[in-house]
């Protein structure tokens, strides 16, 4: 297909040149008057938010490292090897995993599902899902995070959710923070021309473009058959029509040669380095490489000095119909950064004004937890999800081994099945999370705890918060239900029970993501997806 079809394609007879950015203008003003600034966090998309650069031991000693809990002989919740790392019980009594803040996982599953779809099992992350919602957790007084634990006993004879939760500070100020330097790495291949992809971007960024600051700088590359450097790291103010510009040049054209894109994205991005500035690179594709270099591994390895000398870490955003999970996620997962999925214009903007805003800044640089299961209370547990993200128990403070970013105004959770000893009572168990100061690189640590005597009477009359979590993990495990290899959850609700559940909790916290949540398990439902053993729908 020609580039002038192509264009068609996108977006009919769009209008062209002045008139298109006009159109746009006044399309973005319409934007702007939403009732969202309350929701941003960061940036120029709204007021709010702020710094998130490390302000020492300003917390009453709450970032002093402590000690983690004894290590004793024995295994982690170790991956099994026939790649079903939750049909198995833990062989010790530590599970060690790298933090995940990603939610394309649960972001591609809804667009899925509305398509009358069902979701490939081997797309299903359930620390994604169970991520994409807001959390009520405590935040801690200083840099780093907070740690709670909490857990409700399931219908399923002794076992119960244990939930820990991680949170960092929300950053005081927009203007405290430090500018951004954002390298925008843009996928003009043909696949790129369906609605809804790079229509979608070019929206998106203009919006954004003038929602940042002044001394925010920003840089755009392109890439198809090969990658192209459209404007080089330009300072906004004063240059916000020259960003324009680029942005409403872009066209899809021909094949994805993602690998050069990131490469280049990468040398730009190293080009233009700001010292004092947070330097990222984003990555907004629909992860079908089919050019060049095709694999994660050899990409990320081609921009590890990038990666590893000058901290530049990689934000993903996927989008289309035909998504690319598996290369997108691994390159954020190993590429120091996170990914997420945008399915239509309410996503667009709330990733580019709602969370890129968190994603631009780092609270961590190589976060991990430990969670350390009391052995004479705990028989059994199992991590739910997190299966690219363990970590051998050795290496938990070994600051070497990589871990997770996180940025200002995250929340992470994690969530266990946990099974207690018969008339067991006392510790159950204790988390504690490790990172890195994003300048100093100094480690830090805090911790939490559960006791047996903390457990609700049950999941259903625990907080709302935990209840969304729950669903969200239940649904979760439903869709990956086709994998034999996988014991399902303890205390499983049907399809039917999940989606009056959401249905329930959207109405009491009035959460409109909650309210997609029941849409989806609705979906599912009528898709015919079974939980549990399959043998009550």
Known sequence: MGIKHIRKAVGGDRPRGGARTAARRRAAAALLALPVAGALLLTGCGAGGGSNSSDGDKSGGRNLPLPAPAR??????RADPSGAPEATPSSGNLSTFALDVDTASYGYARRTLAEGRVPDPATIRPEEFVNGFRQDYQRPDGNGFSVSVDGARTDDGRWSLVRVGLATRPADSERERPPAALTFVIDISGSMAEPGRLDLARESLDVMTDRLRDDDSVALVTFSDEAETVLPMTRLGGHRARVHRAIDGLEPTDSTNLGAGVR???ATAVHGLREGATNRVVLISDGLANTGDTDADTILERISSARREHGITLFGVGVGSDYGD????????????HTTYVSDRDDAFTVFCDQLPQNIDLTARDAKAQVAFDPGTVEEFRL??????RVADQDFRDDKVDGGEVGPGHTVTALYAVRTRPGASGHLATATVRWLDPDSRAPHEETGSLETGDLRDGVWSSPNSFQVTAVAAYFADALRSGDSRRRPLPGVPTLGELASRARSLANVTEDKDVSALATAIGQARDLDICTGDCAVR
Do not use: F, H, N, S
């Open 264 to 266: 280049t994205g990468y």
């Open 326 to 337: 598996a290369l997108m996620e691994r390159l954020a997962d190993k590429g120091d950064g």
């Open 384 to 389: 739910i999800g997190y299966d690219d993200r």
């Open 72 to 77: 004793p002989t024995g295994g982690a919740d």
